[in-house]
């Protein structure tokens, strides 16, 4: 070995550590590197394949170190060297107290590093290096210890995690069942809600039945009082043989005992209504004379209203289709969309009457019409209307513009539910100052 | 006499017309029949200088009989029509509106036809 080349690698040696310690200009380092470099470090990503990816592993050690102002410094200890001169290699093995100061304190590290050189256009240059910092782990070539302490480690994560699944299972399972007891709860208050919101709309309507039942009741005792006073006559008539006039009382007396009869079946009907109305749905679909229902329960609102505040009034407009049919529901709580609907537009032309005074007639209309197959249902009334901007709230259950006590915020809300399960729909068309429509549509079952 | 009856229940009608049939075939009475407030307004209008009594329900969809009476009272007829007013049962505060805005009478239903044919001065 020639003294200049054994120099050389002397020197190649030291610049190598430096190059590895970051001390070295990054511009010079190509000198001392060969284009086919190879080797590992300790820490994963330090691998390099050639000249560019080794370029890449010190960049990064480089900026490191002037991050984290690292200063490096080492001891040397004894080292092993071969070199073969005839094939311009030289191989170096070294150990290390590596010493690396920096801004978090000093650690030391001992450090182990092979290098193999090659004797290349007169310089020697790194081919292949290897440096590792060996674990702490004594009579274990196999690291089995790092293995079982990793394994351990692991064990103990997932017995942790187990551990913390169970406790999130445990919380879940109380909060489920806190779930499901709210749901219970409220299911509960909704029941009442909607007992209390139809005992609402019953106390409204008391007065008008006393008025509904009252008005039949006086023609009931008139025509009858009439029809036996009428029986006299007959009597006083026979005596005078004027048997004209006999005739004609008898038909006035047949015509009385039928209006006796119209009046006590209406009465009928207004207090079953109320008894249906009080009582939870049957849910039984029955076939029903809407235009019977509809002008039953306008009248009810009406009057119940008037008995509230005498000052209300409204002209009634009833626009009942002769030719339609019976339809197939549930009476009682189709009674109750009408009380719905109906008080709701009372209830706007009032407020608009108590702003425009005199100068405003307040109309609520009901009408009913067969169309095309379908059943059409529409109160309308020229009250204020409803704000564009609250009027897809309307249908959500305790959304009420009424003042506190004045409405449970449920009427609409259950009168969509309703017309929902009467495979129905409901619309609304609205004007502000004009008035507001309700059009209800149910498809037409044949009896 | 001329009686105008304003009630929105037209059964009514048939009650007063079996209830005076004697007074109304000897022409004692003459009755007319409205079924709303308004077309009662209607009638006391194409009146020309008629004697008129005019017997009201109160409770009566759109134009009210209160309403109605207040109309009446404003348009100083001649000559001044007698104006009655009915009412349900017990209802007090109409009574006392009725008072005041000038009805003549007041009766509660069901009509007592006695009282108001003594009323009528028809017994």
Request: charged residues 20%; hydrophobic residues 30%; negative net charge.
């Given at each position: 070995m020639s003294l200049d080349k054994d120099y050389l690698l002397q020197k190649s040696k030291e610049e190598i550590l430096k190059i590895f310690t970051s001390e070295y200009p990054l511009e010079k380092i190509p000198e001392f590197i060969a284009e086919e470099v190879s080797g590992f470090g300790?820490?994963?990503?330090?691998?390099?394949?050639n000249f560019q990816e080794f370029m890449k592993i010190l960049v990064l050690q480089y900026q490191q170190s002037q991050e984290m102002g690292i200063e490096v410094s080492f001891v040397e200890k004894p080292f092993h060297q071969w070199q073969n001169l005839s094939k311009d290699l030289a191989l170096l093995v070294q150990e290390f107290d590596l010493s690396i100061k920096s801004k978090v304190g000093v650690n030391t590290i001992d450090f182990r590093l092979s290098s193999l050189f090659e004797w290349k256009q007169d310089s020697w240059k790194l081919i292949h290096w290897h440096g590792s910092t060996p674990v702490?782990?004594?009579?274990d070539a196999w690291h089995v210890t790092e293995w079982q302490k990793k394994n351990d480690e692991l064990k103990q994560k997932v017995e942790e995690q187990t551990q913390n699944l169970m406790l999130k299972n445990e919380q879940l399972q109380k909060a489920k069942e806190q779930i499901e007891d709210t749901l219970k709860e409220l299911k509960e208050t909704q029941d009442l809600l909607i007992q209390s919101e139809k005992m609402a709309s019953l106390g409204e309507l008391t007065a008008g039945i006393a008025h509904e039942i009252q008005n039949p009741l006086n023609f009931v005792n008139n025509f009858s009082e009439l029809s036996n006073e009428l029986l006299e006559e007959i009597q006083e008539e026979i005596e005078n043989k004027d048997f004209d006039e006999v005739k004609a009382i008898c038909q006035d007396l047949k015509g009385n005992l039928e209006k006796i009869n119209h009046h006590g079946k209406r009465a009928d009907s207004i207090v079953k209504g109320m008894l249906q109305h009080s009582r939870?749905?049957?849910g039984q679909k029955e076939w029903t004379d809407l235009n019977g229902l509809a002008d039953e329960y306008l009248r009810l609102a009406y009057h119940g209203l008037r008995a509230k505040d005498k000052s209300f009034n409204s002209e009634l407009k009833m626009d009942l289709d002769p030719n339609l049919p019976k339809v197939e529901i549930i009476a009682q709580d189709f009674g109750r969309v009408l009380l719905n609907m109906i008080n709701n537009s009372f209830y706007s032309v009032n407020e608009k009457k108590q702003q425009l005074g005199e100068s405003f007639q307040p109309v609520v209309s009901v009408s009913t019409k067969l169309l095309d197959g379908q059943i059409q249902l529409k109160i309308s009334d020229n009250g204020n209307g409803i704000p564009e901007e609250i009027r897809h709230k309307?249908?959500?259950?305790?959304?009420?513009?009424?003042?506190?006590?004045?409405?449970?915020?449920?009427g609409l809300s259950l009168s969509y539910d309703i017309i929902k399960a009467h495979g129905g729909t409901i619309k609304v068309e609205s004007k502000i100052g004009e008035g507001t429509s309700i059009l209800i549509e149910i498809s037409q079952k044949k009896e | 006499m001329k009686i105008l009856v304003v009630d929105d229940e037209v059964d009514v009608k048939t009650l007063f017309e079996q209830r005076f049939r004697k007074e109304i075939r000897s022409k004692a009475v003459d009755f007319v029949f409205a079924f709303s407030g308004k077309e009662a307004l209607q009638y006391i209008d194409q009146l020309n200088h008629e004697a008129i009594l005019i017997l009201s329900d109160i409770?009566?969809?759109?134009?009210s009989g209160l309403e109605l009476l207040k109309e009446i009272k404003q348009?100083?007829?001649?000559?001044k029509p007698i104006v009655m007013m009915i009412s349900a049962y017990g209802d007090e505060q109409n009574y006392n509106t009725a008072k005041s805005l000038g009805a003549d009478e007041f009766l509660t239903k069901p009509v007592d036809f006695k009282l108001l044919k003594e009323k009528l001065q028809l017994n």
């Open positions: 300790t820490t994963q990503d330090e691998r390099a394949h702490n782990v004594e009579k939870a749905s049957t309307i249908f959500q259950p305790f959304f009420t513009t009424k003042e506190t006590g004045q409405g449970t915020g449920l | 409770n009566m969809p759109g134009m348009k100083e007829l001649v000559p």
